[in-house]
């Protein structure tokens, strides 16, 4: 069982950068690769970037490409994102994911466990 508990979220004018905090419960934390993802209100939730359970590979949406960063730290059992660059397009609930399983990691469906979500506003 992994528990995820997200942090750091809130506002922020657009062109400044943010970061939010993934903290994760359980003894096999190690060994699952990490994702973030977005809902913003009316769309559907969406990948934004994903690191391997090594911190060698990472993945990322082509809309965050080169403004985000996500990285983990195992021994801390947190995996972080941070957010440059800001566009109000960036607002939504930012959702941490794991997964022991997960293939491409660009897929809500390869994770089985989630955070509860924390919001992130950028204003323009």
């Known amino acids: 069982q992994v528990h995820l508990v997200e942090s750091g979220g809130g506002l922020v004018q657009a062109g400044g950068s943010l970061r939010v905090s993934c903290k994760a419960s359980?003894?096999?934390?190690?060994?699952?690769?990490k994702g973030w993802f977005r809902q913003a209100p009316g769309k559907e939730r969406e990948f934004v970037a994903a690191v391997t359970w090594s911190g060698v590979n990472t993945y990322y949406a082509d809309s965050v490409k080169g403004r985000f960063t996500i990285s983990r730290d195992n021994a801390k059992n947190t995996v972080d994102l941070q957010m440059n660059s800001l566009k109000p397009e960036d607002t939504g609930v930012y959702y941490c994911?794991?997964?022991?399983?997960?293939?491409?990691?660009?897929?809500?469906?390869?994770?089985?466990?989630w955070g509860q979500g924390i919001q992130v506003t950028v204003s323009s």
């Open positions: 359980g003894r096999t934390f190690k060994t699952y690769a």
């Open positions: 994911a794991a997964t022991s399983y997960g293939s491409t990691l660009l897929s809500d469906f390869e994770y089985d466990y």
